[in-house]
């Protein structure tokens, strides 16, 4: 029995598409439901948004790997190349992005970063903003917000972290509390 929760976004879609499905089409809301129950527990509790789902599934449309062509909205299909002799073939493993485990290897020793920093939470949750890869104290006992980029445009990133800064200044910081960040 192959472990589902091991398998990348991609391969999880593929997977579904190919073996659990008749004519390998499926609506948009199966596919984001099958791949956030096989997730693990983390992704299940709301780590992959449906949207970040949808915006994947349109990636691999782009990609050549699916295909909305003659179906109704919303609905997707394996492109002809994925559905010829491959319905049975092994599924890759899931693989571990380069972003998430320097967030891993950060939050277990922050002093890397700068000298006495001290991790507060990893992936902290706003709930308005976003989830901040690394929530730190440095030695004045000031916060700082850490993230990680693999591959993304600087200004986005610097609009992220600015936008982190702000709703940790008004959430969190009490009086001459500074709030600072980088990646």
Same mark, same amino acid.
Request: proline letters at 2%.
């Given at each position: 029995?192959?472990d589902?929760?091991?398998? /990348?976004?991609?391969?999880? &879609?593929v997977? +579904?598409l190919?073996?659990e %499905?008749? #004519?390998?089409t499926a609506?948009?809301d =199966?596919?984001?439901?099958?791949?956030?129950?096989?997730?693990?527990?983390?992704?299940?509790?709301?780590y /992959?948004?449906p949207?970040? &789902?949808?915006? +994947?599934?349109?990636?691999? %449309?782009k #990609?050549?790997v699916?295909?909305?062509? =003659?179906?109704?909205?919303?609905?997707?299909?394996?492109?002809e190349e994925f559905?010829?002799?491959e319905v049975?073939?092994?599924v890759?493993?899931?693989?571990?992005?380069?972003?998430?485990?320097?967030?891993?290897y950060?939050?277990?020793?922050?002093s890397q970063?700068?000298?006495g920093l001290?991790?507060?939470e990893?992936?902290?949750?706003?709930?308005?903003?976003?989830r901040?890869?690394?929530?730190?104290?440095?030695?004045?006992?000031d916060?700082v917000?850490?993230e990680?980029?693999k591959?993304k445009?600087?200004?986005?990133v610097v609009g992220?972290?600015q936008?982190?800064?702000?709703w940790i200044?008004r959430?969190?910081?009490k009086?001459?509390?500074n709030v600072r960040?980088?990646?």
């Amino acid at each position: 029995m192959m472990d589902l929760e091991k398998m /990348r976004v991609r391969d999880l &879609i593929v997977y +579904y598409l190919r073996n659990e %499905k008749k #004519e390998h089409t499926a609506h948009r809301d =199966g596919i984001i439901e099958f791949v956030r129950n096989n997730q693990p527990e983390h992704i299940k509790k709301g780590y /992959r948004t449906p949207t970040g &789902i949808t915006s +994947y599934l349109n990636k691999l %449309k782009k #990609e050549g790997v699916l295909s909305t062509e =003659g179906l109704e909205k919303g609905y997707y299909t394996l492109a002809e190349e994925f559905d010829e002799g491959e319905v049975d073939a092994e599924v890759p493993q899931y693989s571990v992005s380069l972003e998430k485990d320097l967030i891993n290897y950060l939050a277990s020793d922050p002093s890397q970063i700068e000298k006495g920093l001290e991790l507060k939470e990893k992936e902290y949750d706003t709930k308005n903003v976003g989830r901040i890869d690394l929530l730190c104290i440095d030695r004045n006992r000031d916060f700082v917000v850490v993230e990680t980029k693999k591959g993304k445009e600087s200004d986005k990133v610097v609009g992220q972290i600015q936008r982190y800064m702000g709703w940790i200044n008004r959430n969190l910081a009490k009086n001459g509390e500074n709030v600072r960040g980088g990646l």
